[in-house]
């Protein structure tokens, strides 16, 4: 049976086209509950990385729907951003050794963005890469990080200081998981999918604020058009970009900002705001420089507030940003190098060499200066 054959009249697909390889990306209804009708034929043995919070909810149909012929290893991993290490990493590669996996087991990553970022670096690693299928359960890895390869665990000195570029086979996103998310996971994803429209996509950002009280309540026409507009604009930038180069590097508005509050802060931001934080530093920055207009500024923080994200850094010492932001992927030859709006639907990656000026605009996005 075909996607399109696929009982879920709401089905739809995407496709990150890549030079050596295309996947798809599944978005609907209960799609966990037509896995056998959406994958192709998985391996007998197979891998699922998870935790207890998204087994409770969702293992056991994921479970019937792969069938009974499977050998099948569930590994648990804790709940929370500190799980995605080298240490959880280890753990899961001591398991498939010691349950004799072999190099065409498939590995499945059902959760978050924190399980799949590692089972994605295990699949990458695992005798030299095994077969890896993304089963996103929070809207943040639905509409961002189970789409476009990178993969990663954190370092104490840093976010994802380890990891590969490795992309899946398929992305299944059953959008039903969202009614089970917390609402500051919820809002969290939402602040990827504002980003997009940011760096990418006036008229999404246009939809967003015209929809927000729909998003706000979860409805599911809205969410499905939100996830299906996400995905389709990092596959586009991704089938472009593959290894950040250039375009790719978008994709990480705010990060370099909320990279170093989530290694300082992560037990108490989710990445999400921390991300949210970084934009509005970021686009003070360009106000500060000229270069966005302060209603442009007005209508990223509406939005962002409209889902209750922070709008504000939590207060950390100049010289612990730096530090901490020194440490960004994107830095060059010494340079740090921001993703910096210049208009809502375009950004531009920017070499920064005069950190007063940044740091100008940090002080004036942190909470005490509200
Ligand atoms: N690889 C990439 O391109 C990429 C992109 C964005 C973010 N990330 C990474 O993703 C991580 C954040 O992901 P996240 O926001 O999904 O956090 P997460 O994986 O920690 O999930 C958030 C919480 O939601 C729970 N949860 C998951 N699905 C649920 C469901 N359906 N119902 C109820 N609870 C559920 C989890 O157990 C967890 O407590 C960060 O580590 C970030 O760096 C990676
Ligand atoms: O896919 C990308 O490229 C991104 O940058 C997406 C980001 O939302 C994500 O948080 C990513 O993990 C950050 O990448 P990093 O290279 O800064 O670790
Ligand atoms: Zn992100």
Redo the contacts with the bound molecule.
Sequence with gaps: MTAKQATDHNLSRIRVGLAERSYPIYIGRQLFEQLSQLLPKLPKQICIIT?A??AA?YLEPVLASLGGEHTFLIHEIE???HA?SLASYGAIMDALIAHSFNRDCAIIAL?????G?LAGFVAATFQRGVDLYQFP??L??QV??SV?G??AVNHPGG??LIGAFYQPQTVVISTD??S???PR?YA??LA?VIKYGIIYDADFFAWLEANKAKLNARDSKALSYAIQCSCQIKADIVAQDEREQGLRALLNLGHTFGHAIEAELYEDW???EAVAAGTMIAAEYMRQQGELDAAAVTRIETLLKTFALPIRAPKLAETRWQELMYRDKKVQAGALRLVLPTAIGNAELRTVTDWPSVWSAIEAMTETSQ
């Design positions: 935790n919070t998204v909810h709940d929370g951003e995605k959760g978050g963005g924190v399980v970022d359960t929070t943040l890895a961002d990080s476009g990178k993969t976010k994802n998981c969202l089970t998310l917390e996971d969290s994803g990827e989710r990445h999400g």
